[in-house]
């Protein structure tokens, strides 16, 4: 017997992330889920921020990390609530393994959740979490060829950081190249240039950053 | 890894709609996979496989319906199939392409005794 299904494979997947966002949304809460290779930068990109924003908004850090605590140890030296998940090998964190973790956090208070996923370029692109935005680190270091090797990820993320501009004098990375590629994958998308560790070009990801929490505050009072 | 949770969202999908029709074994899952799925199948296959083993779709088959890539061009308005990877209109050279299929990842059916 022939039975039909036509279902989507990771709908159950999306149906939660739908349910997760929900509830964010409800309590205005601005949730970025944090893309990018391992070693791009994304831990670095988030305490810059935190040292930022923690005086303006009421933050929270999930990290995803497959099996230490290290990237969560970075996060709470700031005074910053941060829930660790180890996905124990897995690539991507999905939207029940966040479900699991928000009752943990004091979602009435808070104004912005960033979700630091596992560092992978293409498996997490697939599952979305709950979050409003992805945001995608690309560091120089990993060679302007990467958006068209992995175009997906920046097909869904809003905003694409490119990170260690210090470091460009040093490759053969193009700057414009790269930003025309992934302007061209996803129209629209913003292209921020940032070196976290000399302090550079991080004003416009904060600004990007704090336009978007502002928007969810007065659409969750509103609601 | 990433075709694990895929293999377990078959599954996941198959057994419910076995067990809704009252089946004792499935023999077989088709998919439709887009071109741009980024699906791998004989990984899919062998993830598959390790889940299956002590259910009811132990020895099922999996089979595989491609989907291809076609995408509308937002300067020029051609529509049409697309390599994968390609990000430019093959007639204009400029604009970006919007997907219209080619991201699929579906469970289309089973066959069940």
Redesign the interface.
């Known amino acids: ?13 999306d149906q939660i992330a739908a349910e997760n966002q929900q509830l964010l949304a409800s309590k205005g809460v601005f949730a970025l889920n944090l893309l990018g290779s391992p070693g791009s930068g994304k831990t670095s990109l988030l305490e810059k921020t935190m040292a930022r924003l923690k005086q303006k908004f009421s933050l929270a850090v999930i990290e995803g990390d497959l099996f230490t605590s290290k990237d969560a140890d970075r996060i709470a030296i700031h005074g910053v609530p941060v829930i660790q998940i180890n996905t124990s ?4 964190l ?1 939207a029940q393994m966040v479900r699991e973790v928000l009752g943990q956090l004091d979602l009435e208070a808070l104004d912005l959740l960033i979700i630091e996923n596992v560092g992978n370029l ?2 997490p692109a ?2 979305n979490v709950g979050e409003d935005e992805k945001a995608v680190v690309l560091s120089i270091t990993e060679g302007d060829d990467k958006p ?1 090797k992995y ?2 990820v920046f097909k869904e993320s809003a905003a694409a950081v490119l990170n260690k501009t210090d470091l460009l004098p040093y490759t053969n990375f193009d700057l414009a190249a790269a930003g025309a ?1 992934i ?5 629209g998308i913003e292209v921020l240039e940032v070196s976290c560790s000399q302090d550079k070009g991080l004003e416009a990801w904060i600004d990007w950053l704090c336009q978007r929490v502002d928007a969810k505050k007065t659409g969750g009072e509103r609601a | 890894m990433h075709e694990m949770a895929i293999a377990q969202g078959v599954l996941d999908i198959a057994l419910d709609y076995a067990q809704r029709n009252e089946a004792t074994r499935i023999s077989c899952v088709s998919l439709l996979l887009g071109e741009m799925s980024g699906v791998e199948t004989s990984s899919l296959e062998f993830c598959f496989a390790a889940l299956t083993k002590g259910t009811i779709a132990e020895s099922a088959r999996l089979l595989f319906h491609r989907c291809p890539l076609v995408a509308r061009c937002r300067s020029c308005g051609r529509e049409g199939r697309v390599l994968p990877g390609s990000f430019f209109c093959p007639d204009c050279r400029q604009g970006a392409l919007e997907i219209i299929s080619g991201r699929e990842m579906q469970v289309e059916y089973l066959e069940v005794d």
């Open positions: 017997m022939e039975i039909q299904v036509m279902e989507d494979i990771l709908g159950r997947n090998g897995g690539c991507h999905d293409v498996c697939e599952f068209l175009p997906l590629d302007r061209a994958i996803h129209p």
